[in-house]
């Protein structure tokens, strides 16, 4: 579980760092990174409901939460992370620890 300084919270939060951050997409999701001054490290998620039904969107949002919430603590700098879930039906764990790597090499490379 992310505690609550851990979680992005208003729209102007989400739209910072969709625009301003690093995208990696991956078939079953897109990760939004930007790298902050200001500690701790935070996430967002996004699960439209092209996804599937309300039972369907929670179960990604909690997949989504436990995998990110591991990451959050081992990248070497802080960041606001935002991933949209894409209505794909396949694994999410191998496309996270994809994109996250991805996205953290590019950051750390600027």
Do not use: Y
Request: a positive charge; hydrophobic letters at 40%; proline letters at 5%.
């Amino acid at each position: 579980m992310l505690a609550k300084s851990a979680r992005l919270r208003t729209a102007e939060e989400f739209r910072a760092t969709t625009r301003r951050g690093i995208r990696c997409g991956r078939p079953s999701l897109v990760l939004h990174m930007l790298r902050t001054d200001t500690p701790p490290s935070r996430a967002g998620f996004v699960v439209s409901k092209a996804v599937g039904n309300a039972v369907t969107r929670n179960r990604v949002k909690r997949q989504l939460r436990h995998l990110v919430a591991g990451r959050l603590a081992g990248t070497p700098f802080t960041v606001d992370v935002v991933v949209r879930a894409l209505p794909h039906h396949g694994p999410v764990a191998g496309d996270l620890d994809s994109a996250w790597t991805s996205a953290t090499e590019r950051l750390a490379s600027r």
